[in-house]
């Protein structure tokens, strides 16, 4: 519930949005990189990111999200990244981060079983299907 993707397609694509004090901020895309986008996909439930670039699902509005994220990649949550310790005044106006994740059922499946539902699970990891 503290953040989340607007104006895309689906759950897993949109514009970056970042709740604080009961009050959304848009998140600039100088304030965030890959290995934050694939904390925020796998925190929404969606697969790994496929596309980030600035203003792709509309500009930012305010007020702007004032901090950098600093993930490792292993977090669990976006607001479990570090976070730059100041506010930041240097987003560029309109350049709002857009990201589309994988949706979940492009990089898992079931196969060989006698439904969808069942079979051996696979997981696609670096282009190639793994079990």
């Not at 600035?54 to 994220?69: H, I, N, V």
């Not at 492009?106 to 439904?115: A, E, K, M, N, Q």
């Not at 997981?123 to 299907?129: D, L, P, S």
């Amino acid at each position: 519930d503290s953040v989340r993707l607007v104006n895309g397609t689906n759950w897993c694509s949109g514009r970056l949005e970042v709740k604080l004090d009961q009050s959304w901020s848009s998140v600039g895309e100088d304030a965030f990189d890959q290995q934050d986008a694939e904390v925020l996909c796998r925190e929404l439930g969606c697969g790994p990111p496929s596309v980030l670039q600035g203003a792709l699902y509309g500009e930012t509005e305010a007020p702007p999200w004032s901090k950098e994220f600093q993930c490792e990649g292993n977090e669990a949550a976006l607001l479990d990244c570090r976070s730059s310790g100041s506010d930041r005044s240097t987003s560029s106006p309109g350049k709002a981060v857009g990201l589309t994740c994988s949706e979940p059922d492009d990089w898992i499946r079931l196969v060989g079983g006698d439904s969808r539902c069942s079979g051996r699970l696979e997981m696609k990891h670096r282009h190639e299907w793994k079990p």
